[in-house]
Nanobody, 119 residues
């Protein structure tokens, strides 16, 4: 079994910062790509940022220069540092991690954490 536990969401004023964390645990042999998605009310879930096992990163255009994704392989954790937050960043943020267990490789989702940015 694999579990992803997210933390760090909350309410912040425009221009503020938040740091999200997503920790994986369970029968993990290796972790490949780690990513953050977000879903605003009434909208589809969109990719925000991704980091490969080698440390390469990619960002949605809307967050480039404001958000930073990073990972701590020793802790099986991915982070999303969000600076200069805007009201349009308000959404539920989900981590998505590709994990290889003894039996198979699969993508796992976190439970989601609410980020609300007030104007």
């Amino acid at each position: 079994q694999v579990q992803l536990v997210e933390s760090g969401g909350g309410l912040v004023q425009a221009g503020g910062s938040l740091r999200l964390s997503c920790a994986a645990s369970g029968s993990i042999r290796s972790i490949n790509d780690m990513a953050w998605y977000r879903q605003a009310p009434g909208k589809q879930r969109d990719l925000v940022a991704v980091i490969t096992s080698g440390g390469s990163t990619n960002y949605a255009d809307s967050v480039k220069g404001r958000f930073t994704i990073s990972r701590d392989n020793a802790k099986n954790t991915v982070y999303l540092q969000m600076n200069s937050l805007k009201p349009e960043d308000t959404a539920v943020y989900y981590c998505n991690v590709r994990i290889r267990t003894i039996l198979y490789e699969n993508n796992y989702w976190g439970q989601g954490t609410q980020v609300t940015v007030s104007s």
